[in-house]
């Protein structure tokens, strides 16, 4: 890999940096810095990550890879019933013009843009959940999506489950969490 070597204090930065990162000396201010080669495991971004500082390297483990498939399969099921929800909303919508009343037609409406609403926000989440990568901040975003499940009782008997192999520490240590 590549990197810029600082001429004040010696640490190798991305190519990309305009500034150091342990000193915070600008590039372009005086003697431009020199480009080196030096191996990914010696540069910053790679130390900070072997050290811990932004949860360490994931580890791969049975429990943890068994969890997240059926973590992603718990997000396809609420996907898809958001995506009920908002037909359902638009069916609201197109049928409300059969009320007996405007004030039962207007109610339809409503009620039909509410549901479409929220079956459109919880959809993109729910979708969201399913192409994250395997990464730190996906443990949170998973504990969020496994608890919005929580307050169903419908669905608390796939969610009690998959909330307890969730906080796992070998769960955990797939993320990269400690």
């Known amino acids: 890999?590549?990197?810029?070597?600082?001429?004040?204090?010696?640490?190798?930065?991305?190519?990309?940096?305009?500034s150091c990162h342990r000193c915070n000396h600008v590039f372009t201010d005086s003697a431009p810095a020199t480009e080196v080669s030096v191996p990914v495991?010696?540069?910053f971004q790679a130390r900070s990550y072997a050290s811990g500082?932004?949860?360490?390297?994931?580890?791969?483990?049975?429990?943890?890879?068994?969890?997240?498939?059926?973590y992603r399969v718990y997000c396809a099921v609420m996907l898809l019933l958001y995506v009920a929800l908002m037909a359902l909303g638009l069916?609201?919508?197109?049928?409300?013009?059969?009320?007996?009343?405007?004030?039962?037609q207007q109610e339809a409406f409503i009620v039909g843009i509410?549901?479409?609403?929220l079956g459109l926000a919880f959809a993109a989440v729910y979708g969201i959940a399913l192409v994250l990568p395997r990464k730190p901040f996906n443990w949170i975003y998973g504990i969020v999506m496994i608890a919005i499940g929580l307050t169903s009782c419908c669905l608390l008997p796939a969610t009690v489950p998959l909330f307890l192999f969730w906080l796992k520490p070998e769960t955990k240590r797939f993320f990269g969490r400690k």
Do not use: H
Request: aromatic letters at 8%; a negative charge; charged letters at 25%.
């Open 53 to 70: 500082a932004d949860g360490g390297i994931p580890e791969d483990n049975e429990t943890g890879r068994k969890t997240f498939f059926w």
């Open 114 to 117: 509410i549901y479409f609403v």
């Open 1 to 18: 890999m590549n990197g810029l070597k600082c001429p004040k204090c010696g640490l190798v930065n991305l190519l990309t940096a305009e």
């Open 91 to 104: 069916l609201s919508v197109v049928i409300s013009g059969d009320s007996v009343t405007p004030e039962q």
């Open 41 to 43: 495991e010696e540069t």
